[in-house]
């Protein structure tokens, strides 16, 4: 009885190793799932611009030769009278009376929109710069105040590319301004004028 226990544990060890051997192993469990990603994004507008402008003139001075010499009648009581006098008719227009400049890279945007575009407007709130008596007075309207971008639209209102967020693709623009100086009679600095520009997603 007692050699026949350790032959029994034997066999039954034999038998569980063939057992293991023959039974395959359990494969691992996996699972896979996909999310999708969506990103709603609101509308996004940035405006840079300047808030003064200082527009400083250069220096000008200089005598106009009006075309020769005069024939003048002097009366014993003094009066000199001739046909070649200075008159409004007369003096050679050396400076215009308007002066249309651009001001280039004066306003910028960038952003989001629906569109990917923005409506930029540009209106003349003040139009008079004033010292004194003397006025200088900024025109109003398309091809006298307005605004152009890099890509070429030009007028009082266009539509421009907004080209996204980063200021490396911002798009740039220009003021062309034309002032009036008829009423203008002083030198120094003149004020008080100005325009807004404004931009809107679109």
């Known amino acids: 009885m007692n050699l026949k226990s350790p032959f029994l544990a034997l066999a039954l060890l034999a038998m569980l190793s063939i057992v293991c051997l023959t039974t395959p192993a359990s494969e691992a469990s996996t699972k896979t799932g996909s999310t999708t990603v969506s990103i709603t994004l609101p509308d996004c507008i940035i405006l840079h611009y300047y808030s003064a402008l200082n527009l400083k003139f250069e220096e000008y001075s200089q005598a106009v030769d009006q075309g020769g010499s005069g024939t003048w009648n002097v009366q014993w009581s003094g009066a000199a009278d001739g046909g070649s006098q200075l008159s409004a008719s007369t003096i050679q227009d050396v400076l215009p009376g308007t002066v249309t400049m651009t001001i280039p890279n004066v306003w910028a945007v960038r952003g989001l929109?629906?569109?990917?575009?923005?409506?930029?407007?540009?209106?003349?709130?003040?139009?008079?710069?004033?010292?004194?008596?003397?006025?200088?007075?900024?025109?109003?309207?398309?091809?006298?105040t307005q605004i152009d971008d890099n890509a070429g639209h030009s007028g009082t209102s266009i539509n421009t590319s907004l080209n996204g967020l980063t200021t490396s693709t911002a798009t740039i623009g220009n003021v062309l301004m034309t002032l009036d100086f008829s009423q203008t009679n002083m030198a120094g600095a003149h004020s008080g004028g100005q325009y807004k520009i404004t931009a809107e997603t679109i």
């Not at 710069?129 to 309207?141: A, E």
Request: net charge positive; charged share 5%.
């Open 113 to 144: 929109s629906p569109s990917g575009n923005a409506k930029v407007t540009i209106t003349v709130v003040n139009n008079q710069l004033v010292s004194g008596s003397s006025k200088i007075t900024i025109l109003n309207g398309a091809g006298q």
